[in-house]
């Protein structure tokens, strides 16, 4: 059986079977190292002993099952020093040293049939999946009715064990899960890993035996001293080589390079960052894994070997890792944007995952160890304790701020709460702002001075407003990561990305030296001229840097380490139409449709909308733009009766009293329709200005 699946010395005091002196063999020795190593798994010993007892529930056959390194062989081993002290005798088969056929099989576990109290241990099971049948049918029936069976393997025994009426009642299947957070720190502490390095190490081996044994052992012999510890190269490899093994093909791997990067894995989502491969067969692959977990919203691998799939993948190919990535990215971005609320916010937080993944952004995150949190909307009920938390964490004048935006915007403010019990943990409020009056001036001097600040660099049109994520007060961890502040920052991306005519964003942050990485990572800057004791005031101008843009820039430093500086005050790539001048070049574009001339004075040629739609030549990128636009009006059954008058209009030489005649008329109607149309495609043209996408 495999010794590189043994756990760690408990710290706790345990029952262990007494190893006997056989003349000083180094057998025995090795039974002895094994049992004082040996870590957790105290209900499954007990359901072993109680069938060493006989006792007339225990089963006679248990069948443990989890995937590679979460301690199965040591288990076995363990099994066998508790048979061996109540003189059982103990015959051990692993699949791994004969050929799978029944007759090695028979021969290899023979010794099981001299003994009517013999115990079998079967290590590596799931190599035996093509004789299970024989092994459940023809085999086990043959031993004495005193005899015990364990077997152990990656993969659950065949559903046939349960529907056999016999076998049901006679085995148990146990899933070995990961050791809990004490016994995984006592098998760091029996390996000699030094206490204040337990936080990394359990972050990245969480519960997994074998990783925690390979990261002790790592940290132990080459201590990182003030470096963040990380796992090598050759730990990784060797866990993946170990936990993951040998792959069916290429696309299988591709499929869990995807896995080992997504929050959870859909065939939707193998569909769309996969196009040419069969997501229904991928995705049933994936869900068979015995690392592999399935959701409420799809499959994902145990923690530690999700790490170490993204990690290696990183480090092997950072520009198919990248590639890959932007396609995971790109279709949460579009459910994030298109998709009833309820979804687009699980997406937010699959989004909020991938863009974590960078080992440095982790100090910004939560704990896996704190308990969970909750969003939900602040209830009238909750106004009250609000304002006293406020005035806890904050002073009186946050106090009545927070009293004042409470009664302007009630709706801007979502409010944490623990899972188990429901209690408040704090809130935080996404403000839209669209102007600032004397009486907001006096009563919230931060959201003034963004405002202000913004409308130096470039003000927001009519329509336009700049959003405020403001407050985020709690209790526990104020302005300090958490899970609740986990949930704070999946708000913020989630109104960024579906925000419309949101010009400016600015999140006010308490600490802005601490959060200033995670920041200009987010792409956001500080205005220049703030006093070192000024509140941190990150911007962005969405009109300068789009979304897609947005997202590349992330993309790119997900690849390059921690920022090693602020980030500076984008420039504006485009002149900033107003709302006014934008409706009047849409209605000039729309009248030179047939003349390039014309068109190529028109001011929307200076606009990112069409600066960035790809074409090579401006005059061609408007007109396609126009058309994507009027095209809009046939597919929407409001408007299609808009779309003849405006192509027959616009797009050919016909006077507007030949175009009423075509279209059967009055010209009354004909005129009422144009000018209806003509204000839809404004609408759109500015929405596409504002909101940095053309939909199709």
Known sequence: MAPEESASRSAGEEDHPPVRDRGGRLADRLASARMHNFVGREEE?????????GEPSAPMVIALHGPGGIGKSALLQR???????????????DTRTIYPSPTAFEQAAAAVFARSDSVLLVDGFERCRDMEEWIRDRFLPRLPEGALVVLAGRLPPSPLWRADLGW??????????????????????GQGADPAAHG??????????????MAAEVAVHDPADSVEWAPSRTVVEQLLSHLV???????????????????DTTEDLLRAVLPEEDATELFAWLRQLPFVRSGRFGVYPHDVI?????????????????????????HLVERIRNAPEDEALRATGAYNYIISRAPWIRKFHGSREESGAYEDVARPEDVPELIAMAREMEGEESARIVEYWLDRQPEAFRVHRR???????????????????AALRRTDPVVAEAWDAVRATAPPRHGEHLAVARFMVHRATHHRPSRSWDLVHMRIIFELLRAKHCAWSCVVLADAEFWEPLMTYMGMYQPSGRGEGDVGLFCHDWRAVRVEEWADGIDERLLSGPPGRPADEPRAAAPVLTREESDAAVRDALRNWLDPDG?????????????????????????????????????????????????MTFQSSLTQEAVARRLNMAFSTYRRYLARGVDVVRERIWLWETQGYVSE
């Open 200 to 213: 990394e190490l359990l972050a990245f081996a969480g519960g997994n035996p074998l990783a925690l044994r």
């Open 245 to 263: 093994g040998e792959l069916p093909s290429p696309a299988h791997r591709r499929a869990l390079e995807v896995c080992g990067h997504a929050l």
């Open 168 to 189: 049901s009642s006679l085995m148990t299947v146990v899933p070995l899960t990961e050791l809990g957070p004490a016994e995984a720190a006592a098998l760091l502490a």
């Open 79 to 93: 099994y066998a020093a508790e048979a061996r002290a109540v003189d059982r005798p103990v015959v051990s088969v």
């Open 599 to 647: 068109l190529a004075l028109n001011p929307l040629l200076r606009c990112r909308l069409v600066e960035t739609y790809g074409a090579q030549d401006p005059v061609t990128a408007l007109r396609d733009v126009l058309g994507k636009a009027v095209a809009r009006l046939e597919a929407n059954p409001r408007t299609q009766h808009l779309h003849p008058v405006l192509t």
């Open 306 to 330: 999700r790490d170490s799939l993204d990690s290696d993948f990183r480090w092997r190919d950072p520009g198919r890792y990248k590639a890959m990535h932007r396609a995971v990215r790109r």
């Open 419 to 437: 899972y188990s019990s429901d209690e408040l943990l704090g809130f935080m409020a996404w403000l839209r702002v669209g102007t600032v009056d």
């Open 45 to 53: 010993i007990g359901l072993f002993r109680g069938a060493l007892r």
